[in-house]
């Protein structure tokens, strides 16, 4: 379990990480612009999970694998030859990091309410689901207000409903079925849900 777990979330952190790039690229920033851009979006939602948690210093400090993966996914995505075949095959590549970043969102939901129950929060449902939802999108939100954007999961699709559902999942079974089963369900309740939601183009009422 926690192998594959591991293997989840690094997946998930090469999604966030490319994303984050992106964003950077299409602003037209520098290389050290895309590096932290990619940086943030990867490792954004954990650091938050950490901060609120009081579990300092944060993760990504102490076990800095995936502070240097999100480092070079994002390097790599800078490359012209990259780019380039990024944009001439969008379709495909978007298809692609769409289930790599559904997949990242639901393993670090569950991972952020795993937290929540490892810290000691085991009564808690709202900071259970709270701090999975946080993990899952922190990062995002921190990428569009990096890039001066308004927050895709304020504005975009049914995004963050998917990680708040697939917490609550998580964070409801955790008792009753166990630790591994609950973050299985919990995160491909997250999974199915924002693939769902970017096929049929859910979105929540707007002002």
């Not at 996914?73 to 379709?91: E, G, N, S, Y």
């Not at 929540?116 to 999975?132: C, H, M, P, R, S």
């Not at 922190?138 to 308004?150: A, H, M, P, Y």
Request: hydrophobic share 55%; proline share 3%.
């Amino acid at each position: 379990m926690l192998t594959v777990l591991f293997i989840i979330e690094l997946l998930g952190t090469v999604a966030f990480s490319v994303s984050g790039a992106s964003v950077a690229i299409e602003k037209k920033m520098d290389v050290f612009g895309v590096a932290m851009l990619g940086l943030a979006t990867a490792i954004g939602g954990g650091v938050t999970r950490d901060l609120i948690l009081g579990n300092t210093p944060p993760a990504m400090f102490r076990e800095p694998i995936y502070a240097l993966l999100a480092l070079a996914c994002a390097l790599v995505a800078f490359i012209p030859a990259v780019r380039r075949f990024m944009t001439d095959r969008r379709v495909l590549c978007g298809r692609i990091l769409l289930i790599l970043d559904s997949v990242g969102l639901g393993a670090f939901t569950a991972v952020g309410v795993q937290a929540a129950f490892d810290a000691g929060f085991e009564d808690n449902l709202f900071l259970q689901i709270f701090v999975g939802v946080m993990t899952g999108i922190g990062g995002g939100i921190l990428r569009d207000v990096l890039s001066g954007s308004t927050p895709y999961v304020f504005s975009k699709h049914f995004y963050a409903c998917a990680s708040l559902i697939g917490a609550a999942v998580c964070a409801v079974c955790w008792k009753s079925l166990g630790e591994a089963p609950a973050m299985i369900l919990g995160a491909a309740s997250a999974f199915i849900l924002r693939l769902c939601t970017a096929h049929f183009r859910w979105n929540l009422p707007r002002a």
